[in-house]
């Protein structure tokens, strides 16, 4: 129900959002006509050079764009780059901006705005010559970052655009065969009393009154692989320990699985014995995996530091251990995903 006390206007909180790298790529066009498109190009418009000025006023449009809007966070950008492409055939001419920068948010309303600008400089300095101009087409080509990862625009992009900008998507784990292992003493119980995996998928509300408790963290863990192409056919909860998860992880090494995700029993308590049961593998441990969720999950919450998780490979598997609740698995394959696809390459010796 709306509060009439609040505000009809908020801007978005970001603090708990993660900063990553964002960019995003803008276009539009401006409609010449027959007489100004050549004086555009050959740069003889009465008041000087067209194109150079567009580029300005983009990277001026696109700095500015907090000012121009009012929910707007104001970014510090790392990259702005416009650029003004004549189009022959249709004597027009076609404005890229290209913005970037590692924010809480992302930057596809800089790149608008640095198009906008150099389209409605465009139009200013040829309207002497032609009144009859028309701006169009302006629309975000891609973005890049945060927890969404890539975004394309659904009309697509055309092949110099491609090879102009690269749009960097989340390397994906097509058909890798993977397993999800929740690491739980009340959720094994819950999942063994309520008669297995199939009971595990009922719903909440029924376990709820019975008392029992639900394995959360390892559905989200299943689907974030399963959007990453990966195939995902166990996902099995064991009680807290070390020889039980250990002889899982075995099993599951010698049946040919390529990465398997562990949630729970990373914490401090006295029956949380995940990093002892893979330190007991024998295998050899991936210390930066552990620390890139330690030190960039503390910028969601502080408490992530006191998380015992820890990577380890062992023949051909690669196991991570993360904390046990929903949010933290969540936070954490945000963080591991750009990774995944690239340890199990070097594992099977494609380099770096």
């Not at 050959?42 to 580029?55: I, N, Q, S, T, Y």
């Amino acid at each position: 129900m709306h509060d009439p006390s609040s505000a009809a206007f908020h801007m978005a909180d970001i603090r708990n959002k993660r900063p990553t790298r964002r960019r995003a790529v803008a276009v539009g066009e401006l409609v010449a006509g027959p007489l100004a498109y050549p004086l555009i190009v050959e740069r003889r418009l009465p008041k000087g050079d067209a194109l150079v000025m567009a580029e300005i006023a983009g990277l001026q449009g696109a700095k500015q764009a907090a000012n121009l809007m009012p929910l707007c966070h104001p970014l510090m950008l790392e990259l702005v780059r416009v650029r003004c492409e004549p189009v022959p055939e249709r004597h027009a001419i076609r404005v890229t901006c290209e913005v970037a920068t590692e924010a809480r948010t992302g930057v596809e309303m800089e790149a608008l705005a640095g198009v906008s600008a150099a389209l409605l400089t465009l139009y200013d300095l040829t309207k002497p010559v032609e009144p009859a101009l028309q701006i169009e087409g302006i629309r975000l080509l891609f973005k890049e970052g945060g927890k969404k990862g890539l975004w394309r625009h659904p009309d697509g992009m055309r092949e110099q655009d491609e090879a102009q900008y690269r749009p960097r998507g989340l390397a994906r784990l097509e058909g890798v065969p993977c397993a999800v292992v929740t690491l739980s003493d009340r959720a094994s119980a819950a999942s063994e009393g309520a008669g297995g995996a199939a009971a595990v998928a009922a719903s909440a509300a029924d376990r709820a009154s019975e008392g029992d408790y639900q394995d959360r963290a390892g559905p989200v863990l299943v689907e974030a692989l399963r959007q990453l192409g990966a195939q995902v056919d166990a996902a099995d909860i064991l009680p807290d320990g070390i020889e039980p998860l250990a002889a899982r992880l075995r099993a599951l090494a010698g049946q040919g699985v390529r990465l398997a995700l562990c949630t729970g029993g990373t914490g401090l308590g006295p029956r949380d014995h995940t990093p002892e049961a893979l330190r007991s593998l024998g295998g050899r441990e991936v210390p930066g995996l552990a620390e890139a969720f330690r030190s960039e999950g503390a910028k969601y919450t502080p408490l992530a530091w006191l998380s015992r998780a820890i990577a380890v490979q062992f023949e051909g598997l690669l196991i991570i251990a993360l904390p046990g609740s929903p949010r933290a698995v969540a936070q954490g394959m945000e963080i591991l995903s750009p990774l995944l696809a690239h340890a199990l390459a070097m594992m099977d010796g494609e380099g770096h």
